[in-house]
């Protein structure tokens, strides 16, 4: 399984604090056997958060790709000022603790746009979420026009990595960041888009078509 560059630190001393309570309970025994009961699972989990496992699916300029694994909370028109001026669609995706949080870009193009907003860690799930929430977005000029993906933190999550810079190739389902641990990621996309997936649908990044524009 390949582990998220990200991860590897918290892999280390997730396995450390697994073995000195094993250690610890094999020499001293009591109480540290229930710290290693406790810790052996979280220790186990650590790795299988940070996975970033191969993704193959459709590619193509009319597709739009889920750019987070997750849930859909929320889909529908908004205006967004910062990158497109005026009024898009706006898909939300959901990621919980269990979710692979590699983030991937929906489609090629150029970075184009890339700003980063400090704030609160509400429930991601909330619609505000997307305007309050410490926030990172990545602008792609894309052959249907301009597309932004919005990182945004959640309860949970401390820490956004986002690998775009402006003037880097966007390349359709490759990486683009990853958030720790658990939050929500929103595609803004032009109104021309005919949207695929509906509220509570579960999506892959890099996979499942979130929208298409028509030939």
Known sequence: MRLAPEGRPFVVVALI????????????????????????????????????PDREGPRGDRLALAPADGKVVSVGPIAEPTYHGGEVTRISIFMNVFDVHVNRYPTDGAVTHRSYEPGAFLNATLDKASERNERSSVGVESPHGRVLVRQIAGLVARRIVTDANVGDAARQGERLGIIRFGSRVDTFLPASARVCVKVGDRTRAGVT???????
């Open 17 to 52: 604090v697994v073995t000195v309570c094993i250690g610890a309970g094999l020499i001293l025994g009591r109480w540290w056997w229930g710290l290693a009961t406790v810790a052996a699972p979280i220790g186990a989990w650590v790795p299988w958060f940070f996975r970033d």
């Open 209 to 215: 078509i979130i929208a298409e524009w028509m030939p």
